[in-house]
């Protein structure tokens, strides 16, 4: 190659390496030092639970702060409601539309096998992440969680029973009641509910807000008015933590707060901080916990590009770098487990953005 032909080909690798970040899509395969060979993009779309949920707008940015490097022509696709079924007809028509991998956060840990095996037939691959397929994991091919799912209801339980002397009744506002990630949560809950520390925490009601703001609202509102005696709620769901905490706030009923009885109304759960900031800040919440949720995008987008190009072996104990990341492993039932559980406070939270 002559000089000046090698200088237009750099010039224009940066020009198209500079202009290639859209909004939903992302072309990355002329990208310099990227892993694959150049033009082996891998067309993975994303579906998460619901659309409009600022979580899952988090997850799909892992998936494109890497797509340069790893090579993956990335697009998502939202269901409206968190409903069981409402993914089916998404999975179909994304398989038709030449997905090779489908990266689903489930809404139901079984409602969607039948769909899922249909695409996986005409060889796309499904990969669960966020959720999973609980009990039907045979239908994708890995899981990608974000945090080993029965750590969560000792760190939840503890977390709200420290603040409240371990004693009085509580309730846990959920997302759908099919959610398999809720649900797996709930069920850590019950069993760390059920050690002797936690003997006076009694646990009064389970409610479902759908992932819905409106009915998180709803929903929390009537908790109180049916449990005068209610000292906390668990919400492990983003949405659900930030309406339940938009309520105490507006009632005032948070511990130190003008119309608190009884301490004050707890509250902690699974939020984003970008969502909980104010509550925080204004003293409505004092901890609660998630972890940064591109790490899940990133880590799924980047088993799509090796399952793709059958560079990885799904055995379980496999070990596998992530570029950027670091180690990752196959547990058993092939779940890669992304990132960590972090607790936020108003002393740590401006460290996170997200
Ligand atoms: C909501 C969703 C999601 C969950 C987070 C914590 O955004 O239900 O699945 O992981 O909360």
């Known amino acids: 190659m002559k000089p000046s032909t090698l200088a237009l080909g750099i010039s224009l690798l940066a020009l198209i390496a500079v202009s290639g970040c ?26 998460p639970k619901s659309a409009g949920n600022p ?68 060889g796309v691959i499904v990969i669960t992440a966020d959720s999973d397929l609980t009990g039907n994991e045979s239908h994708r091919s890995v899981g990608v969680l974000p945090v080993d799912f029965t750590t969560i209801g000792p760190e939840q339980v503890e977390l709200l029973g420290s603040q409240i002397n ?28 059920a050690e002797p520390k936690y003997a006076k925490m009694k646990l009064v009601e389970v409610v479902y807000g759908d992932d819905e703001p409106q009915k998180s609202t709803t929903e929390t509102e009537a908790l109180l008015t049916k449990h005068a005696n209610l000292r906390g709620i668990i919400a492990p769901t983003s949405v659900g933590l930030a309406a339940a905490a938009q309520v105490l706030g507006q009632k005032e009923i948070a511990p130190g707060a003008k119309n608190a009885k009884n301490g004050g109304l ?13 509550a925080v800040k204004a003293g409505v ?15 799924a987008g980047y088993l799509g590009t090796q399952l793709k190009a059958k560079k990885l072996d799904l055995k379980v104990g496999t070990k596998f770098d992530v570029p950027g990341k670091g180690s990752f492993e196959i547990k058993e039932k092939q779940i890669v487990i992304a990132g960590k559980l972090v607790t936020f406070t108003k002393e740590n939270i401006d460290q996170y953005q997200y």
């Open 166 to 193: 371990y004693e009085g009744e509580i309730a846990i506002l959920s997302a759908t009641s099919d959610a398999p990630n809720q649900n797996a949560w709930i069920e850590s809950m019950k069993t760390t509910l």
């Open 22 to 47: 859209g909004s939903t899509k992302t072309d990355t395969s002329t990208t310099p030092g990227a892993t694959p060979t150049a033009g082996a993009k891998t067309k993975i779309v994303f579906i």
């Open 285 to 299: 919440v004092a901890k609660f916990q998630l972890w940064d949720p591109a790490d899940i995008g990133t880590v």
């Open 55 to 122: 979580y899952f707008t988090q997850v799909e940015s892992g998936f494109k702060k890497n797509a340069d490097q790893f090579g993956i022509d990335f697009s998502s696709q939202a269901p409206s409601s968190a409903d069981a079924t409402s993914q089916l007809a998404v999975i179909k028509d994304q398989a038709q539309r030449g997905e090779e991998v489908i990266v689903i956060a489930p809404n139901s840990p079984d409602a969607l096998n039948e769909a899922l095996d249909q695409v996986v037939a005409k």
């Open 266 to 278: 707890v509250l902690t759960g699974l939020g984003t901080p970008n969502e909980l900031r104010k």
